[in-house]
């Protein structure tokens, strides 16, 4: 009996150890696939943002012009005022340029993403950016 007891305590305490790591591996793993799914959701949210925001600013047209049979263009105040509207409904910033020719709105989000899991391991926030483009069709 005591040549079992010994064999028992032969591990000196590796096999805690051993567990420990094993914990906060699979922790970093759970954590990895719950957050890494989070930042692609964010970053698809901050993609449909900006593509909606591009698509608010691309209706801006210039109204006067278009109505006296001239070329359609987008009024630059008018689509830059509509896109910064839409992100400050969505809660997000984002930058929005027209080409020189007003026919294309392109706008860029900035978003934040806050991981549940990484978060306790000390991986804070992450940012995400979204990309949208708008055309202006005519005819």
């Not at 567990?19 to 970093?28: E, G, H, P, Y």
């Amino acid at each position: 009996m005591i040549t079992h007891l010994r064999r028992c305590r032969d591990d000196e305490g590796r096999i805690a150890l051993f567990v420990v790591i094993m914990a906060f591996v699979v922790l970093v793993m759970i954590g990895l696939a719950v957050d890494g799914g989070g930042k692609v959701r964010a970053l698809q949210r901050a993609d449909n943002i900006a593509a909606e925001a591009a698509r608010a600013a691309g209706e801006a047209i210039d109204l006067d012009q278009a109505a006296t049979g001239g070329r359609k263009e987008v009024d630059p105040d008018r689509a830059v005022a509509a896109a910064r509207q839409y992100l400050a409904a969505a809660g997000v910033s984002g930058n929005v340029t027209l080409s020189g020719d007003r026919q294309h709105v392109n706008v860029t989000v900035t978003a934040q993403y806050d991981p549940v899991i990484l978060d306790l391991i000390g991986y804070g926030q992450l940012t995400v950016t979204g990309h949208g483009s708008a055309q202006l069709l005519t005819g």
